[in-house]
């Protein structure tokens, strides 16, 4: 079966551009969620999604910073203007199940963004 | 606010002998725990989980340990192998939003053969 599919696996862009990164879930997941991997914070919440509506995205750092889930295979996180400090691992997961269950997350390879 | 802290950035040991990894939380709404491993250039995989109300919970190598009243829980790998060399993070979550997991800074166990 295949996973949580990532793209694109590496990023490099410079400052003020427009980036998204995209993200197709594991079928019958109804969860997913975006993270940020970064040596300073590890691995942070962004926001995360129940049957493609968005539940919680407190961990957004600002409005540069958007996603969206059109439909239930298909998922994107945009950052518009790109900034250096945006450099990190962006990762991808989905669950299913109920309770507990949606807590034991499959993660994609994550996408690896430089921003010079 | 670090609300999991994994206070050991990194550990080595042999391999056949035990790894101990460790974490800490603040809050004490988090009520479900759990480890992830995470390979270099992979996504962290699901480890092993457990419910507060339980405070030990086993699989093969793999056993947690979680203390309510020190709010801590711990990861034994018994006994360590290479394969085991990875980032170790802890996470946990709250009965009313068991979808937000918080994650810990990660543990980097490098175990020796």
């Known amino acids: 079966d295949a996973g949580v599919i990532q793209s694109p696996r590496h990023e490099v862009t410079e400052m003020g551009q427009e980036v998204t990164l995209r993200c197709k879930p594991i079928s019958g997941h109804d969860y997913l969620f975006w993270y940020r991997q970064t040596m300073m914070r590890g691995l942070e919440l962004l926001i995360y999604?129940?049957?493609?509506?968005?539940?919680?995205d407190s961990g957004m750092p600002e409005d540069r910073f958007s996603a969206k889930m059109p439909n239930a295979s298909f998922s994107t996180l945009k950052i518009q203007p790109s900034e250096p400090r945006d450099s990190a691992v962006y990762f991808c997961a989905s669950s299913a199940g109920t309770g507990r269950k949606a807590g034991e997350l499959f993660f994609g390879e994550g996408s690896r963004l430089t921003v010079l | 606010d670090q609300q999991v802290k994994q206070n050991s950035p990194s550990l080595s040991v042999q391999e056949g002998r035990i790894s101990i990894l460790n974490c800490d939380y603040t809050n004490s709404m988090f009520d479900y725990f759990l480890w992830y491993k995470k390979y270099p250039a992979e996504g962290p995989t699901f480890l092993i989980s457990i419910s507060s109300i339980k405070d030990k919970n086993e699989d093969g190598r793999f056993t947690v340990f979680l203390n309510k009243s020190a709010k801590h829980l711990s990861l034994h790998i018994v006994p360590s192998q290479p394969g085991d060399s990875a980032v170790y993070f802890c996470?946990?979550?709250?009965?009313?939003?068991?979808?937000?997991?918080?994650f810990g800074q990660g543990t980097t166990l490098q175990v020796k053969p």
């Open positions: 996470a946990a979550s709250t009965s009313s939003n068991t979808g937000k997991l918080i």
């Open positions: 999604f129940n049957n493609n509506v968005p539940i919680d």
